[in-house]
Nanobody, 123 residues
Framework: QVQLVESGGGLVQAGGSLRLSCAASGRAFSSYARGWFRQAPGKEREFVAAIDWGGGSTAYADSVNGRFTISRDNARNTVYLQMNSLKPDDTAVYYC????????????????WGQGTQVTVSS
């Protein structure tokens, strides 16, 4: 289906910022809600943020609300995750996702997944 490729991960100090990008390919990209999940060492995958097909509605996990911002540029088939005030607990592999509806992603499900990009936050 939709192919997703993440980029922008790396090592950052606590309090710093990173911006993740996820490029998508596929004819129906603009009709998909987009989102991000993460999986920390020893933890299961968890929902981080989601954005609807038009970019007008967003959803965030409580743990990142107010610090992270999701956005999308449909002309470039790309979704972004701006991460500010990063904490060591944010360390995880971050996965881009796509689904028919925002609610699907917020529920922890997706139709397509990227391979992930590592984010490491040091103290």
């Amino acid at each position: 289906q939709v192919q997703l490729v993440e980029s922008g991960g790396g090592l950052v100090q606590a309090g710093g910022s990173l911006r993740l990008s996820c490029a998508a390919s596929g004819r129906a990209f603009s009709s998909y809600a987009r989102g991000w999940f993460r999986q920390a060492p020893g933890k299961e995958r968890e929902f981080v943020a989601a954005i609807d097909w038009g970019g007008g509605s967003t959803a965030y996990a409580d743990s990142v609300n107010g610090r992270f911002t999701i956005s999308r540029d449909n002309a470039r088939n790309t979704v972004y995750l701006q991460m500010n005030s990063l904490k060591p607990d944010d360390t995880a592999v971050y996965y881009c996702a796509a689904a028919v509806a925002l609610r699907t992603i917020a529920r922890g499900l997706a139709d397509s997944w990227g391979q992930g990009t590592q984010v490491t936050v040091s103290s």
